[in-house]
């Protein structure tokens, strides 16, 4: 069981919006900074997000990350059917003294 | 651009040590503030970070893994290199080498913002 607390899954309409969730707490979160990788079928993961909410270059800004306390989400607007894949967050933990992820959400666009 | 490449055997016995090499192109491993990572995924499971080795030669071993993990570098071959001592069968794994950042803000800011392609490796007699 990871640190990081990710729903399983997650699922939306083309063209919705959809949130993915990452729970921790004080160690990790809390007092650090989250990013967050795609990754899609067969392919290695891609960084999304980092320092919470900022986006490399190339990254749409449909792709949104914001924290609050000990949580943070990623939100995706205008889904597409290539946005389908595996989601992960990740933090540096003070207590465990690794970065460390979360389990993953599987995006699903019906 | 920068691109990383993992290679190494794909199969290793019970008991022996796993060695994987990174090839960095496009950019030197020995220059700016790169954490070059190895980090790994087990089948049907999340990531888990290994560890690093700096531009300066130092290494940060995930404190779960370190009894058993070496990175080091060549800087001649811009290549960086992990070696997994005494691996299990749970140490089955896609490995991925990647370029790591840090800040201290305050806070720790790590992302890893190049992956490789990654590499099967598959610990079985």
């Known amino acids: 069981q990871s640190v990081l607390t990710q729903p399983p899954s997650v699922s939306a309409a083309p063209g919705q919006r959809v949130t993915i969730s990452c729970s921790g707490s004080s160690s990790n979160i809390g007092n650090n900074y989250v990013s967050w990788y795609q990754q899609l079928p067969g392919t290695a993961p891609k960084l999304l997000i980092h320092e919470n909410n900022k986006r490399p270059s190339g990254i749409p800004d449909r792709l949104s990350g914001s924290k609050s306390g000990t949580s943070a989400t990623l939100g995706i607007t205008g889904l597409q059917t290539g946005d389908e894949g595996d989601y992960y967050c990740a933090a540096w933990d003070t207590r465990l003294s690794a970065v460390i992820f979360g389990g993953g959400t599987k995006l699903t666009v019906l | 651009q920068v691109q990383l490449q993992e290679s190494g055997p794909g199969l290793v016995k019970p008991s022996q040590t796993l060695s994987l090499i990174c090839t960095v192109s496009?950019?030197?491993?020995?220059?700016?503030?790169?954490?070059w990572s190895w980090i790994r995924q087990r089948p049907g499971k999340g990531l888990e970070w290994i560890g690093y080795i700096f531009h300066s030669g130092s290494t940060y071993y995930n404190p779960s893994l370190k009894s058993r993990v070496t990175i080091s570098g060549d800087t001649s071959k811009n290549q960086f290199s992990l070696k997994l001592s005494s691996v299990t069968a749970a140490d089955t794994a896609v490995y991925y080498c990647a370029r790591g950042q840090w800040d201290l803000l305050p806070g720790d800011d790590w992302y890893f913002d190049l992956w490789g392609r990654g590499t099967l490796v598959t610990v079985s007699s």
């Open positions: 496009g950019g030197a491993i020995s220059s700016g503030a790169n954490y």
